[in-house]
């Protein structure tokens, strides 16, 4: 991020996660006299109630952060009686493909998306590496993935079923013979925060069709 341009918008507060760039951004805008609030990069459900009640204390709406903490808690209670009814836990593998990027690919452990398949009822299969790898056909087919899941703009990108079935490894997975593959908001995995009790319900009900609304 660039420190003059944030200066330039003059602000009260900056609100950066843990790992925001450059490391001298925070002593920066302390030194310009504006106050920075620092959030920890890691994503789980407790992770992301601790930054809604900080942020909300910090700006003086503490009562709507209780709010939307509880909203995360219903949503989350509604989604787990929803998978108490689930017979099986589908595998789920994460590809993406961005702008301009030749080569899909995949998400391992510690990612957001890990974090929702889990709670959603899935079962991630790619555990050799956190983060995100390009797609290879071995890891693809070792995974044996029920579920392709992506992204709405990153499935377009990729011309849809006809092209997600041509990614490496793609076709010889249960998912691709079947054709099993699921497009959801972009926000379900960029945005990780109040609305995330929402996303996993309705991901579980995505990854569990027979489980109906």
Do not use: W
């Not at 003059?10 to 310009?32: F, H, S």
Request: aromatic fraction near 6%.
């Amino acid at each position: 991020m660039s420190v003059e341009g944030i200066i330039s918008l003059n602000p009260n507060l900056v609100v950066v996660n843990a790992d925001a760039g450059p490391a001298e951004l925070g002593a920066q805008l302390n030194a310009a006299g504006i106050m920075v609030l620092t959030l920890p990069a890691t994503y789980s459900i407790d992770t992301v109630k601790e930054k809604i009640r900080t942020l909300a204390k910090v700006i003086g709406a503490g009562a709507k952060g209780d709010e939307l903490v509880q909203g995360i808690d219903r949503d989350l209670k509604e989604a787990n009686d929803v998978l108490s009814r689930a017979k099986d836990k589908p595998r789920v593998i994460f590809c993406g493909r961005g702008p301009n990027m030749p080569n899909a690919t995949m998400s391992g452990t510690k990612t957001t998306i890990d974090t929702m398949i889990t709670l959603a009822g899935g079962i991630n299969p790619i555990t050799q590496f956190e983060g995100f790898k390009p797609l290879t056909d071995e890891a693809v087919v070792a995974a044996a993935p029920d579920v392709i899941l992506m992204t709405e703009r990153s499935f377009e990108r990729s011309g849809g079923a006809d092209g997600v079935i041509k990614f490496p490894g793609v076709s010889l997975t249960p998912a691709g013979k079947n054709r099993r593959f699921i497009a959801v908001s972009d926000m379900y995995f960029q945005g990780f925060g109040p609305g995330v009790g929402k996303a996993v319900k309705e991901l579980a009900f995505k990854l569990h069709p027979d489980l109906k609304p």
